[in-house]
């Protein structure tokens, strides 16, 4: 069992910048590879980031590429995800997630997720 909590959304204005936290808990969070995901209204989840057990490896959906970075610290239990140069189109609610597969793109091989943190950018 591992929990993660998410933390550090708010409402920002267009190529402002913002750091995503995931605290985790439970079992060694060193095990997992971890991912974040974002949801936008009426969409459904989309993969956005990647960072593998020891953080040597790191991958990213085209759309963030160069504006977001997503880091990890075992020794903290937390991974990150800081986003630059944010978009009107970057607004969606981000979960970060724990699994055993680094670098995968879907939901369904990711054994345990946040709750949320909203992230909103006006124009």
């Known amino acids: 069992q591992v929990q993660l909590v998410e933390s550090g959304g708010g409402l920002v204005q267009a190529d402002d910048s913002l750091t995503l936290s995931c605290a985790a808990s439970g079992r060694t969070f060193s095990n997992y590879n971890m991912g974040w995901f974002r949801q936008a209204p009426g969409k459904e989840r989309e993969f956005v980031a990647a960072i593998s057990l020891s953080g040597l490896r790191t991958d990213y959906t085209d759309s963030v590429k160069g504006r977001f970075t997503v880091s990890r610290d075992n020794a903290k239990n937390t991974v990150y995800l800081q986003l630059n140069g944010l978009k009107p189109e970057d607004t969606a609610v981000y979960y970060c997630?724990?699994?055993?597969?680094?670098?995968?793109?879907?939901?369904?091989?990711?054994?345990?997720w946040g709750q949320g943190t909203q992230v909103t950018v006006s124009s």
């Open positions: 997630a724990a699994g055993l597969t680094f670098g995968s793109t879907r939901e369904r091989n990711y054994l345990y």
